[in-house]
C-alpha cells in the first residue's frame, strides 16, 4: 500500500501568538529576533496576517507614529550599463523597452527635485545607471547636489551611484550629500544567481566606504527572485549588522528583456510578511516601500503603511509609480500623515549616532545637531 506523506502541520493559533508576542517584545527593545523566530514569521499562515500587521504595527508606531516620510527618485543617468544583474532593466544585454540617455545637467535635476519637494518630497534621491562613478561623475552630481541644497537646504538628498573608488564617497559628503544608498538586494549564497560581474562583498565595501566617510548609510533587498524563506532572513540580517539608517524593501519588476522578466513569485501576503520581518528586524529605522509595491501589494498597499514608514512618490527608474495624488491620498485614507522636512525621522537616540557618524567624519555640523 502506498505510504501518503502527510503536509506540514499549520502553526497553532496559540503558538503564533507567542511568536508574535516574542518579537514585538524584542523589536521594542531593539533587540534582533533570533533566525528561528524570523523564519517561523515567514511561515506564518494568511489566516493569521492580520495580527502579523497589527504585532509590526505596533513598533511602527512605537518609533515613528503615524507619519509616512515621502522619497523622490530622480533618474540621472538611464541605460547602457555594463553589470548583468538578472532584474535590472538597464543590464548588458537587456532587451527591456526603456528610456536610454546620459547624464541630465544639474540645474534639470534640481527643478525635478523642487518639484517632489513642493509634493511633500523629504528625500530626494539622485540615481545613475553604471558600475560606478568616475571622479568627473562625482563632481557633476556634487553641483547637483549644491543646486538642490541652494533651492531647499533642508532637504535630505541621498546619492545612488553604484560601486565606489577611493575618495569618492568623501567627495560626496563635502558636497553637501546626506546619504549613499546601495542595496545588498539578496543573500549573500544567492548573489551569483543574480549578478555576475561584481559581488555581494563589493557592495557591502562601498556602504562600509560612504558609512566611514559620513554619509548615512541607505541599503535594502529585492524579493521575488525565486529566495527562499532562508535567503529573505539571511539579506535582513546582513544588513542589520551594516547599521543602515534607512531600509528600502523592493519587489522584483519583471521587465521582459530581462533574466527573470518571466517571474511572478509573490503573493501580498507574502510581501506584507516580508514588511513585517523587516520591522522586527530594523525597529528604529526607517524602512521603506519601494518599487514594485503596486504590482505586488495591488488593493493591500493600505496595510503596508503599518509595516513601513516610508514610500516612494511617483515613478521609479525606468517605470512609473502610482499618481502623486492617488498615493497622498492613500495614506489620508489609512489614517496615516506626511512628515514634514522639519520633523525628525528617526528616533532620538539614531539620530544622535548619526550625528556622531559625521562629526567623526570631519564633517561640519553644529553643536546641537
Given at each position: 500500500m502506498k505510504t501518503m506523506t502527510q503536509p506540514p502541520a499549520t502553526p497553532a493559533r496559540d503558538d503564533v501568538a507567542d511568536l508574535l508576542s516574542a518579537l514585538t517584545a524584542a523589536a521594542l527593545e531593539?533587540?534582533?529576533?533570533?533566525?528561528?523566530?524570523?523564519?517561523?514569521?515567514?511561515?506564518?499562515?494568511?489566516?493569521?496576517l492580520l495580527d502579523v500587521i497589527a504585532a509590526a504595527g505596533r513598533v511602527r508606531r512605537a518609533h515613528f507614529g503615524r507619519r509616512v516620510k515621502l522619497n523622490?527618485?530622480?533618474?540621472?543617468?538611464?541605460?547602457?550599463?555594463?553589470?548583468?544583474?538578472?532584474?535590472?532593466?538597464?543590464?548588458?544585454?537587456?532587451?527591456?523597452?526603456?528610456?536610454?540617455?546620459?547624464?541630465?545637467?544639474?540645474?534639470?535635476?534640481?527643478?525635478?527635485?523642487?518639484?517632489?519637494?513642493?509634493?511633500?518630497?523629504?528625500?530626494v534621491c539622485l540615481v545613475a545607471s553604471g558600475r560606478g562613478p568616475s571622479d568627473r561623475d562625482v563632481e557633476r552630481v556634487a553641483d547637483t547636489v549644491a543646486a538642490i541644497k541652494g533651492g531647499t537646504p533642508d532637504v535630505e538628498v541621498c546619492v545612488c551611484l553604484g560601486l565606489l573608488k577611493a575618495g569618492q564617497a568623501t567627495r560626496l559628503a563635502a558636497a553637501g550629500a546626506d546619504a549613499y544608498s546601495h542595496n545588498l538586494n539578496t543573500a549573500e549564497e544567492k548573489y551569483a544567481d543574480i549578478c555576475t560581474t561584481h559581488t555581494f562583498a563589493d557592495r557591502v565595501h562601498t556602504l562600509q566606504d560612504a558609512t566611514g566617510a559620513g554619509l548615512s548609510p541607505c541599503s535594502g533587498a529585492i524579493f521575488g527572485m525565486g529566495e527562499s524563506d532562508e535567503d529573505v532572513v539571511s539579506v535582513a540580517f546582513a544588513l542589520r549588522d551594516l547599521d543602515p539608517n534607512s531600509v528600502p524593501v523592493?519587489?522584483?519588476?519583471?521587465?521582459?528583456?530581462?533574466?527573470?522578466?518571466?517571474?511572478?513569485?509573490?503573493t501580498p501576503a507574502r510581501c506584507l510578511r516580508i514588511l513585517a520581518l523587516f520591522r522586527f528586524v530594523f525597529p528604529d529605522v526607517e524602512v521603506r516601500l519601494a518599487g514594485g509595491r503596486e504590482i505586488h501589494l495591488r488593493t493591500l498597499q493600505p496595510l503596508a503603511l503599518h509595516l513601513a514608514n516610508a514610500i516612494f512618490l511617483g515613478d521609479y527608474l525606468t517605470s512609473e509609480g502610482a499618481p502623486g495624488a492617488a498615493d497622498l491620498a492613500m495614506i489620508a485614507d489609512a489614517g496615516f500623515t506626511v512628515e514634514g522636512r522639519e520633523e525628525t525621522t528617526l528616533p532620538t537616540a539614531r539620530a544622535e549616532q548619526v550625528a556622531l557618524r559625521r562629526r567623526g567624519a570631519g564633517t561640519e555640523l553644529p553643536a546641537n545637531t
Open positions: 531593539r533587540r534582533r529576533p533570533a533566525r528561528e523566530q524570523a523564519l517561523a514569521l515567514l511561515a506564518t499562515p494568511d489566516e493569521d523622490y527618485l530622480v533618474n540621472m543617468k538611464s541605460g547602457l550599463c555594463p553589470e548583468d544583474c538578472f532584474y535590472c532593466s538597464q543590464r548588458l544585454g537587456s532587451q527591456a523597452e526603456i528610456l536610454k540617455y546620459s547624464w541630465i545637467a544639474p540645474d534639470e535635476a534640481a527643478a525635478l527635485a523642487a518639484k517632489a519637494v513642493d509634493a511633500g518630497a523629504k528625500r523592493n519587489f522584483l519588476i519583471p521587465f521582459e528583456g530581462t533574466p527573470l522578466g518571466d517571474r511572478w513569485d509573490l
